[in-house]
């Protein structure tokens, strides 16, 4: 199945509005110079950096960077959390020519050092200085600058990449910006060209090593233009930002900003998100799908847990809000008689529901992993549309994106104008676009397997295309196939079963034997909630992994996951996982996806233990038996 170029709406006869993005970005001061477009706390208030002083500083920082030896064509990374400066950054970068390369702030140190060692990057620039020591011992090779984003400046060793603070090079810029590097740094924005390098993007590393993805200044100003062509915003609106820079993902999204002028405010962390979502009152936010399920399984767990005539009000106000869905999902209005209901149903609960958020929100984004329609479906009953996407690493961002006034929840929408998916024989989704990236950084055999001599990428995840709707239904290399030759697609299994209350992961397994079982780790704040309201007793995640009770919950979970899937697929055995899956411990990539080898090698044992017919000692942990 070929669907051609989606929602084709003509570019320029250059094919590219601007040459690269300092251009972009220049086009966007000329239009908003004093309007705000980046907010930050600092100190507890919220404050302001306007388009013109992003532009400043970022010369600023690109002049110093210069002064100090990065040279065009160089690489450059950027090791830390979202924050205006890090934004300064990636501007300054692109300003040089340089090609910027960014790293989790949650990797290990061997690991930055190997993705260091693999761009040959000549200089980083870091939040604070807790890894300067593992910079030091063993070097990278190439690396030379050190930049601390904090302004520490600790002496370096004989030998050692010198160390200069944020301010110290952006004092040294702005005196070679006096003394005629402006004048070099506006040669260089002009000679940039499309399909120069922009920057490299390390693929999380879920089902193998991480690769580099080359991506150019083409790749980011098409991806930019789309993006403004279907998910429309403008200087009114305001995104908070709760995802890495370092993900594709979020960066496409601010660099959308910059091609459309909205407001970007970065969230202070994870445990400050619904505060920021009172203080800041966005209009749209983009997330991967766990805020989305956490949020629907706190939902859902009210109705259950309440009980008496509030759970009643709260249902009655729900289906309510799934009736008017129905309506709305078709463009069709409400009749009277349910709009009245509907009313009801918003000054009671709804409103309420919608206000956890803020209060503004027009949309939501999900992406960098499968969102659950349940969860979607939940939420639009509440007034709250969560608009699905997909795009990996090397697309620089989406491929594919449910639009405001089209969308078809389960999937992740039609492609993006100019555009192209088809199918493989097998089901593997193939895409060709100005958006896929040039090649993987040093890997001709790894990039000719993924980009066929017609340019397409082979993306590795099977789909099924109706309408023009995209569907993912599971990874390529995931794909189960019990001994009795029946296929089962495990994503859409764990997708079911991470919506359950305290469940935060799921690893289905099952390839090559009789039925299908289940890894399960657990949401361990909301388990230990619940043990306090029960008495259980717990005070730890060890504790919670072999308590009766919460075998019980969770077994109760899977038997209603069992009862809407064909026999094949049920879940015939549970282990719960003696400790969370974690990044730290190697079980989760820094996008939170499950690391599947990993995970199915650490607990062979356990998994083993779930096989009665072929069982080998049982391993120490929780299994809870068999369901029907």
């Not at 601390?148 to 004989?158: F, Q, V």
Request: glycine share 8%; with cysteine.
């Amino acid at each position: 199945m070929h669907e051609s170029p989606s929602d084709f709406v003509p570019r320029p006869a250059e094919g590219l509005a601007y040459r690269n993005v300092i251009a972009m970005f220049a086009a966007r001061v000329r239009r908003s110079a004093h309007q705000p477009a980046l907010r930050f706390k600092e100190g507890g208030v919220w404050r302001t950096m306007s388009w013109s002083r992003w532009q400043e500083a970022s010369r600023e920082l690109a002049a110093g960077l210069r002064e100090l030896g990065v040279s065009r064509g160089q690489r450059v990374a950027i090791l830390a959390r979202s924050s205006p400066r890090w934004m300064v950054a990636d501007l300054a970068i692109a300003m040089v020519g340089a090609v910027s390369v960014p790293v989790y702030p949650s990797l290990v140190a061997d690991q930055v050092v190997a993705i260091l060692e693999d761009s040959g990057a000549v200089a980083i620039l870091l939040e604070d200085d807790a890894f300067l020591g593992a910079l030091r011992d063993p070097r990278p090779e190439a690396l030379r600058l050190v930049v601390t984003m904090d302004d520490a400046s600790p002496p370096a060793a004989p030998g050692e990449p010198s160390v200069r603070g944020w301010e110290d090079v952006l004092a040294t810029g702005r005196t070679a910006l006096e003394q005629g590097a402006a004048e070099a740094l506006d040669a260089l924005a002009t000679s940039i060209a499309a399909d120069d390098e922009l920057t490299y993007v390390y693929t999380s590393g879920a089902t193998g090593e991480p690769k580099g993805a080359v991506l150019t200044h083409r790749n980011l100003v098409f991806e930019t233009w789309a993006i403004k062509n279907v998910v429309p915003v403008d200087h009114t609106d305001e995104q908070l930002m709760v995802l890495p820079l370092a993900h594709i993902f979020a960066r496409h999204l601010v660099w959308a900003t910059v091609e459309q002028g909205a407001v970007t405010a970065f969230a202070e962390g994870e445990d400050r998100i619904y505060a920021n979502f009172q203080e800041i009152a966005p209009t749209f936010v983009a997330a991967v799908p766990r805020m989305y399920e956490k949020a629907y399984a706190r939902i859902v767990h009210e109705v259950t847990d309440r009980g008496g005539m509030a759970a009643a009000v709260l249902e009655r106000a729900l289906e309510v809000g799934r009736q008017a869905s129905y309506f709305r999902q078709r463009g069709e209005p409400l009749p009277t008689r349910l709009a009245l209901k509907l009313a009801v149903a918003e000054r009671t609960v709804l409103r309420r529901i919608r206000d956890r958020f803020g209060g503004r929100i027009r949309f939501f984004v999900s992406g960098g992993a499968p969102l659950p329609k349940e969860v979607a479906e939940l939420f639009h009953a509440t007034g709250l549309l969560i608009l699905e996407g997909y795009g990996l690493s090397e697309t620089t961002g989406a491929t594919h994106v449910n639009r405001p006034e089209r969308y078809r929840f389960g999937t992740v929408g039609p492609a993006i104008p100019g555009s192209e998916v088809r199918l493989a024989e097998d089901g593997e989704i193939l895409v060709r676009s100005p958006a896929v990236m040039a090649r993987y950084h040093d890997r001709p055999q790894d990039t000719a397997e993924a980009i066929d001599p017609e340019g397409w990428l082979h993306t590795g995840d099977i789909g099924e295309l109706r309408d023009g709707f995209l569907r993912i239904t599971d990874r390529k290399k995931d794909l189960l196939k019990t001994s009795t030759g029946k296929y089962v697609a495990p994503l859409m299994i764990e997708k079911r079963l991470r919506l359950g209350h305290g469940i935060a992961h799921a690893t289905v397994c099952g390839d090559a034997r009789p039925y299908v079982v289940a890894l399960v780790s657990l949401d361990e704040e909301v388990m230990l909630e619940r043990s306090d309201r029960e008495g259980l007793g717990c005070t730890r995640y060890a504790d919670l992994a072999v308590h009766p009770r919460i075998r019980q919950i969770v077994q109760a979970h899977v038997d209603e996951v069992n009862a809407g899937l064909s026999r094949h697929e049920r879940v015939r055995g549970v282990y719960i996982v003696p400790r969370p899956y974690a990044e730290e411990t190697g079980e989760l990539t820094p996008t939170r996806k499950v690391k599947r080898p990993v995970v199915l090698r650490r607990y062979a044992e356990a998994i083993e233990a779930l096989y009665p017919a072929e069982r080998s000692p049982r391993a120490p942990g929780a299994a809870t038996g068999f369901s029907p």
